[in-house]
């Protein structure tokens, strides 16, 4: 910092919008959605200054209605990801030793463009390419994007801010320097503010990138692509590619200058990259940071004290929304016996007060289709095998269809089996499976929720006693890096639930905090000694 010491505008939380009947925001989403449901979008790669165009194209449809086409994007060939790589090593230079009071900049401007005119822009961009109610998009591709750039902006300075001290004739301080090389930003469907965060919280610490997009995702990235580049990012500092996943990766992976990885995907994936990257480095520079959020088998329990209607709505909630596709879903749920009929009935009623899955263009419609073929017929397969098993029963739902999009009803599986497969196993979508235990096996029970699952990801538990939660909340503090007491297990708001689990869950780096940005500097300590020594001999020699 040149000419002084710059405080930030405070980071507060996006205000989330009604999109109530009759209301602006409303008819301004619709409006943007059918121009670009019935428009054609080319998307190139974005590599330095130039938009790549290989011809090699790919359709992008709408889940819920996936005949229909919206546009293409251009995919990678291998010389094209290392004009990528060299193109971040030409602008490293010029970024990392930018003020970062200017690189804050760009990403406050880039907040304060979502929050205006590009807020109908990445809603319904959001809504056609992952099928998010506009809900859901407001919450995701709006508020939260804009929560990590402005929140992140203010964790910057405090990270900067942070300095040892110093003894008498010396000065001591630390410079948070950007990495030795580039990060590699791999990104999901499901969130789109997952999507812009990934690259921009390691750009924004003066690291260049090389971001990946879920192929699923592509139509919302481009607008966040349009803002960035609208806000003032610098060419080559975050550059886009498309197409195979793996050619790219053992591209990227096989550079000497790579030097972390940004991963928010499939535990097996990031494992298998943890492992490539470990194979490779004596290939690299430096010691690769290795930052990832990868999947869950998220849990809700609810304690015989608990208020039923409150459960089923933790659970409604909690395993619906987004068709189930946020890595926080309720995905296995455990009932006391002396509650559980009052508590699925609940929940019965408010499946069947939901629409029939279809479009978020229908602004009625809560559940919508989920992302692409494969996770339908996954989903299908999990349901039909548990109208067969003797130890499962459809209680709920259980329909779908993928003749118009890719449909699933919600839906509850109940099972007497505490180890049923799909209590262990991460499905991904909108069924939940249900455990009726006995009443008086509460403790037994907390140990058999920390024992099923590989993940650790988010939990929830709910009861009116409060020694109960002080034991839940003990048993089970190594198998959720989110634990919620008396409300769902999803919706963690940047500034406030700072998201993150261990186990095969991830690193739990915690996106929305200071100790994410942390992982993309390699701090450097500087001792200046003002009066220098000019004999060696100490005092004890006499």
Not at 339 to 352: G, R, S
Request: aromatic share 12%; net charge negative; hydrophobic share 35%.
């Amino acid at each position: 910092m040149g000419k002084g010491f710059f405080q930030v505008p405070t980071a507060i939380n996006e205000p989330i919008k009604s999109y109530a009947p009759g209301s602006p925001e409303r008819e301004a989403v619709l409006e943007q959605y059918k121009t670009y449901f019935n428009g054609q979008v080319d998307v190139p790669m974005y590599i330095g200054s130039e938009e790549v165009r290989t011809g090699n194209t790919k359709p992008m449809s709408p889940p819920h209605d996936h005949k229909h086409i919206v546009g293409t994007y251009h995919t990678a060939e291998k010389k094209n990801v290392q004009a990528a790589i060299d193109n971040c090593l030409e602008s490293r230079n010029a970024w990392a030793n930018l003020t970062w009071e200017q690189r804050a900049a760009i990403f406050l401007k880039a907040a304060e463009l979502i929050a205006g005119p590009y807020r109908a822009k990445i809603n319904a961009a959001t809504m056609i390419a992952q099928s998010k109610n506009i809900h859901q998009a407001e919450i995701d591709s709006a508020c939260e994007l804009i929560d990590f750039l402005r929140f992140n902006v203010e964790y910057m300075s405090q990270i900067y801010e942070e300095q040892p001290d110093s003894a008498e004739g010396i000065w001591n301080r630390v410079e948070y320097r950007p990495l030795e090389g580039f990060v590699y930003a791999i990104t999901p469907f499901n969130f789109t503010a997952i999507a812009g965060n990934l690259p921009a919280s390691a750009a924004m610490m003066g690291n260049v990138v090389i971001w990946k997009p879920s192929d699923s995702q592509i139509f919302s990235a481009k607008v966040i692509v349009d803002i960035f580049k609208e806000a003032g990012l610098p060419d080559g500092v975050i550059n886009v590619i498309y197409g195979d996943p793996v050619m790219i990766t053992d591209t990227v992976l096989s550079s000497p200058d790579f030097a972390g990885l940004h991963f928010t995907g499939s535990t097996h994936v990031f494992k298998e990259l943890w492992k490539q990257i470990g194979n490779n480095i004596h290939t690299y520079k430096t010691y690769p940071r290795i930052v990832g959020e990868t999947g869950g088998k998220d849990f809700i329990l609810a304690h015989p004290t608990a208020n039923t209607k409150q459960v089923a709505t933790a659970i409604s909630r909690g395993a619906f929304e987004f068709q189930g596709q946020k890595c926080s879903a309720a995905s296995r749920v455990y009932i006391p016996k002396s509650t559980a009929n009052e508590i699925l009935e609940y929940v019965k009623a408010d499946i069947e007060s939901f629409n029939k899955p279809g479009s978020p263009e229908d602004m009625s419609n809560f559940i919508t289709a989920v992302i692409h073929e494969g996770s339908f017929d996954k989903l299908a397969k999990y349901i039909n095998q548990a109208k067969e098993d003797e130890n499962a029963e459809i209680y709920a739902g259980g329909g779908f269809d993928k003749s118009k999009g890719y449909f699933i009803e919600p839906t509850v599986i109940l099972t007497t089996d505490p180890k049923y497969t799909t209590m262990e196993t991460e499905l991904f979508g909108p069924v939940v499976t249900v455990y009726v235990y006995e009443d008086k096996d509460w403790s037994e029970t907390l140990q058999l929720i920390d024992g099923t699952s590989e993940y650790a990801l988010t939990g929830a538990v709910l009861s009116q006693d409060r020694y109960a939660i002080d034991e839940a909340t003990k048993a089970l503090q190594n198998c959720a890096g989110n634990f919620y007491i008396n409300d769902k297990p999803t919706g963690a708001v940047v500034g406030q639930q700072p998201f993150g689990g261990a186990r095969a869950s991830g690193t739990n780096d915690k996106a929305g905090s200071a100790q994410n940005l942390l992982r993309w500097v390699s701090p450097r300590l500087i001792k200046e000694t003002f009066v220098t020594p000019v004999d060696y001999r100490y005092p004890f020699l006499g």
